[in-house]
């Protein structure tokens, strides 16, 4: 199995950041990545249809022989990881509890911000793990829904961006934050203007985060690849083309094998 394919899945094209950090710090792994981009997205969705969709997924990617699962969306790992991990067999990984134990090394003063999606940001999970894991922190959560779109607009900077990050982060600014958590996967993207923005804030990107859990799991469980030619293939639920689009904007470069199915609606 170790040179099975890592499968990733995210609700759209946000999850891109987290499979080019794992091809960036592991390039000998083949990587599987499916976007549900038909059912995008998952944050205002309820927590029983976010676990329906997310076993769904975790199944498509078991049909690939996946060795090990990335729930590579905010929403989906709060709702659905514990689900997911509890039906399969195959190792699974979420975006949360990398970016929280993160942050949670790196915050010198315990005050730590949260940004996401208002799914994720109204589930509570970054900051009932963050305070598991360091009980004396204060942690400020706010959802910034505009981020998302900015990004798919290819909007990374300029005066919209800005102003909307300013009205955004002034609240966890003035609360004295040193470390803020980029709680969804399209943020990182934003990463050069957000620490403009935030100057003198430690930023967190949870893809990066997510991809040393990967890469560290992968090693306890002697399933590292020794394969010299690794592959990269890509599926979608909808339309091929705007996600090929969006795509090469996250990776930064073309997309290869990109395949529209349809998931299962009876997992």
Sequence with gaps: MSDAPIGIFDSGVGGLTVER???RRLPAES?????DTARVPYGPKSPETVRRYAREAAAFLLSCDVKLIVIACNTATARAADDVAARVATPVVGVIEPGSREAVRRSRTGRIGVIGTRGTIESGCYERLIKELRPEAMVVATPCPL??????EGWLDGEVPRLTARRYLEPLLQRDIDTLVLGCTHYPLLEPMLSDVARGVELIDSAEATAAAVEGRLGELGLRSTTDAPTSRYYVTDDTERFRQVAELFLGGRVGSLERVSLSSSA
């Design 147 to 152: 981020f998302v779109s900015l990004v798919e």
């Design 31 to 35: 990587t599987v990545y499916l976007g």
């Design 21 to 23: 950090a794992i091809r």
